[in-house]
């Protein structure tokens, strides 16, 4: 079993700056994709970023240039920062994470979400 902790979420005017990190713990071989999803009211949950184990980066069109993923493999870390928010930025962020299991499976684990909510 795999924890996600998620931590960083709140109110921001726009313009502004956040940064969400998500700590992993639990049993696992190693954590190969880390990530942050968001569902806005009303939407469908969608990818924001990804980032592999080997630093290949995924960024949804809408956060290019204004968003940007990292992660610390010795800590099971991974972070979000988010700068120049926007209104429609608001939306719950879900951490989540691909692993290889102790016996060398591969599961998926998600956090409980984080509230970003963007207004003046």
């Known amino acids: 079993q795999v924890h996600l902790v998620e931590s960083g979420g709140g109110l921001v005017q726009p313009g502004g700056s956040l940064r969400l990190s998500c700590a992993a713990s639990?049993?696992?071989?190693?954590?190969?994709?880390m990530g942050w999803y968001r569902q806005a009211p009303g939407k469908q949950r969608e990818l924001v970023a990804s980032?592999?184990?080997?630093?290949?980066?995924n960024l949804a069109d809408s956060v290019k240039g204004r968003f940007t993923i990292s992660r610390d493999n010795a800590k099971d870390t991974v972070y979000l920062q988010m700068n120049s928010l926007k209104p429609e930025d608001t939306a719950v962020y879900y951490c989540?994470?691909?692993?290889?299991?102790?016996?060398?499976?591969?599961?998926?684990?998600w956090g409980q979400g984080t509230r970003v909510t963007v207004s003046s």
């Open positions: 989540t994470v691909v692993v290889i299991t102790t016996t060398m499976a591969t599961a998926d684990y």
């Open positions: 639990g049993m696992f071989s190693r954590i190969n994709v």
């Open positions: 980032i592999t184990n080997a630093g290949s980066i």
